[in-house]
């Protein structure tokens, strides 16, 4: 039977596979490309297009003379590869600074006044524009007519969407009127107004198809369109607020400018407002912000921009702003909506996050429905009960958040929320430690929210160092419940030789590729305990805390049977002290330990891998060795073995081996280029080494 090449892992793909693979995965990536960049509505994830995108250079790199004309491989960068023409903008098109109160307004004007040198009482003119949440482009008129316009792109280059702005009644063809320059590059912002939005939305939910996130996407979207008849049905509009290339000036001061543009035909906002001094600025940012809801577009805030353009010139720019102009923020949208349930998420690491379910309500133009509650302690000082009417707010694209309770407005019989002390996913106990805030599952191995990132932790290299077995691996072998907990990776290769299981017919995997894995698992059944207990993935417990139990309990039997005791004496026993006198387990370390062993889950999934695996004490250090319980500490470059082997053979002798010398340090093995630990050695009296005495304690 032909098998489908898009389920072949490379190295494994015949040349005539690859040439089919190279061709799918040209059309496909374009293909998202396109619903990405033009039309700002992505249907894969980005971690799916990036391995999209790698499974391309890989099969290229296999296979050079195979990488086609229009290989993904070939376009560079983010930026929309093909359709938009680039366009260098003669001025840098610029952003702005933000202020977010009137203490950095004050700094604002300040700042001006100093670099200028003005008198105290000269007043600094401004105009104050409201801020309109759309994006920026570059419209170039040559002898009055409309050449060519660009977005902003990174502020020097942008894309050439001359015929899609062509489409915008808004703006002239030609500018008719007087004293127009040759050259005029005007600047602005297309923007989609509130209402135009929420219809193209309703049109695109009736066609079934995806929905912009806000008024801004769209009109992004709408412009970045490749077929500009496309761009004519959306409804677009621009408000006019700057200049870019002039080949003559058109006036002294912004305001004038405004003016001009508008006898011009161009859209300026009717909004804006010349504020003789600095006092008029706060009046209009109160004003405009009274207003903003009821505004037919989007703003985020308001601009000020100093008057003379003379003073605008002196002033000049810092790293790619004006130092003449401000844009003042709001502060974040606040909305009401009601609290219908409470649910509870689980982190990668066990943290149990409460998650706010709300009546969808649109916040600063996204339709809101989630919203987070931070922890346990967030809701009882905030007092949230399941039914209150809640503020939340979005800032910018954070996450929104629950602000408060508006306590006129809960319904009667509203219980206080009790938190599980359950993880939702697995049932495990979840437990919250002294100064910690969140609660946390201790289901680890086998909590479905944990599991992936338990087993990734399980194959990674210090733990059970199982080659081939990427995350993306675990997570398709989880999903298909193929491997839920480190025993069945063992089990994998018995299952598939029952034909339980066919890893060889999955999606990325051949023979090769499962043979080769099939070995890497095999090749870890027996294991060192220290690995083995670094990889259980214990809270606290790396690889220098797994290394200091491995040695002091030696077989996973005896550990196991100490654990038990110590949980069962309620940790107040002989085991509970004696795993507590370990020197580097403290007590934090020992609660995190026995919360592990407290949870029946991980206990079974010890079982379960100690019938699968061979667990291999550390080596007893040699008796009588001139190491064994020493301190040693290497400095410098040893030509005779590297830093890591010289480790691994002290600690084999018996030896501790710090990092940096102290009082209590026995020997200081100083190789070439020592530097300062070889002087404190001196000073401090310690037995220095050279690397032949050295060798000479290390061959025992
Ligand atoms: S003036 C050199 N005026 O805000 C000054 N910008 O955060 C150029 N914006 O990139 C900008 N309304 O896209 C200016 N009335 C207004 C604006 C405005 C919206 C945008 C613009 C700019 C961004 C900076």
């Given at each position: 039977m032909k098998r489908d090449p898009e389920t072949v892992a490379t190295e494994d793909l015949t040349r005539a596979e690859a040439k089919a693979e190279l061709a799918r995965l040209a059309r496909e990536i374009a293909a998202h490309d396109r619903l990405y960049y033009?039309?700002?509505?992505?249907?894969?994830?980005d971690a799916e297009y990036d391995a999209l995108r790698r499974r391309n250079s890989a099969i290229e790199q296999q296979f050079g003379d195979l990488v086609r004309a229009d290989s993904p491989s070939r376009r560079v960068g983010a930026a929309p590869s093909q359709g938009f023409a680039k366009i260098t903008h003669s001025r840098p098109m610029l952003s702005l600074d933000n202020a977010f109160d009137d203490a950095d307004v004050t700094a604002f004007v300040q700042r001006i006044r100093r670099f200028l040198g003005l008198a105290d009482d000269e007043p600094v003119a401004m105009v104050a524009e409201p801020k309109i949440d759309g994006l920026s482009i570059a419209l170039r008129y040559e002898d009055g007519r409309f050449v060519r316009g660009a977005t902003r792109g990174d502020g020097t280059t942008g894309e050439d969407v001359t015929a899609n702005l062509r489409t915008i009644r808004d703006l002239p063809a030609t500018i008719k009127g007087c004293g127009v320059p040759q050259v005029l590059e005007v600047r602005g912002e297309v923007y989609m107004p509130r209402e135009a939005f929420a219809a193209l939305n309703e049109a695109r939910a009736a066609e079934g198809e995806t929905l912009f996130a806000n008024p801004r996407n769209a009109a992004a979207g709408s412009l970045r369109q490749l077929d500009p008849k496309i761009t004519a049905t959306r409804p677009l509009h621009v408000f006019a607020y700057a200049w870019g290339e002039l080949s003559a000036p058109i006036a002294d001061t912004h305001w004038a400018f405004l003016e001009r543009l508008a006898a011009w035909g161009f859209p300026v906002n009717p909004r804006a407002l010349l504020c003789p001094d600095i006092e008029d600025l706060r009046g209009f940012y109160e004003a405009i912000g009274r207003e903003r809801q009821a505004l037919p577009y989007e703003i985020d805030g308001v601009v000020y921009k100093v008057n003379r353009l003379d003073w605008q010139e002196r002033l000049g720019m810092v790293s790619r702003a004006p130092r003449w102009a401000i844009a003042h923020k709001f502060p974040a949208e606040q909305v009401e909506t009601k609290l219908l349930d409470i649910i509870i998420q689980v982190g990668r690491t066990g943290a149990l996050t409460p998650v706010a379910v709300l009546e969808p309500v649109t916040v600063a133009g996204v339709v809101v429905q989630r919203a987070t509650l931070h922890n346990e302690d967030e809701i009882q000082r905030k007092d949230v009960r399941i039914g209150d009417t809640v503020v939340i707010q979005r800032a910018g694209d954070v996450i929104p958040q629950?602000?408060?309770?508006?306590?006129?407005?809960r319904p009667r019989g509203a219980e206080p929320f009790v938190f599980p002390d359950h993880c939702p996913e697995c049932d495990s106990l979840a437990i919250r430690k002294e100064g910690e805030v969140a609660r946390r599952c201790t289901?680890?191995?086998?909590?479905p929210a944990q599991a992936v990132e338990r087993l990734r932790h399980f194959v990674s290299r210090d733990a059970f160092d199982i080659e081939g077995l990427g995350e993306k691996h675990i997570e398709a072998f989880w999903r298909d419940g193929i491997v839920r907990e480190p025993a069945d990776l063992f089990r994998m290769a018995g299952r598939e030789r029952d034909g339980a299981l066919d890893i060889r017919g999955r999606e990325g995997w051949g023979d090769k590729s499962t043979d080769n894995l099939f070995h890497a698992i095999e090749a870890?059944?027996?294991?060192?305990f220290e690995r083995f207990i670094f990889a259980l993935g214990i809270r606290q417990v790396g690889q220098a805390t797994a290394k200091l139990l491995a040695r002091h309990y030696r077989t996973l039997a005896n550990w196991r049977e100490a654990m038990a005791t110590a949980t069962a004496e309620d940790r107040s026993g002989e085991a509970y002290d004696e795993l507590t006198g370990i020197e580097g387990i403290g007590p934090s370390v020992a609660g995190d330990i026995l919360d592990f062993f407290a949870e029946p889950h991980n206990r079974a999934v010890i079982e379960a891998l100690a019938r699968e695996v061979e667990v291999e004490a550390p080596p007893l250090p040699a008796a009588g060795s001139a190491l064994a319980g020493k301190t040693i500490v290497f400095t410098g470059t040893l030509t005779t073995m590297t830093r890591a082997e010289a480790k691994a053979r002290a600690e084999a002798l018996g030896a501790k081996v710090a990092g940096s010398v102290s009082k209590k340090t026995d020997y200081v093995v100083v190789g070439a280029d020592a530097g300062s630990k070889a002087a404190k050695a001196q000073e401090l009296g310690v037995t220095v080494l050279g690397e032949d005495a050295w060798q000479k304690l290390a061959a025992g």
């Open positions: 033009q039309e700002d509505a992505p249907r894969i994830s629950v602000v408060g309770v508006v306590a006129g407005k289901g680890g191995l086998i909590c870890r059944r027996r294991i060192a």
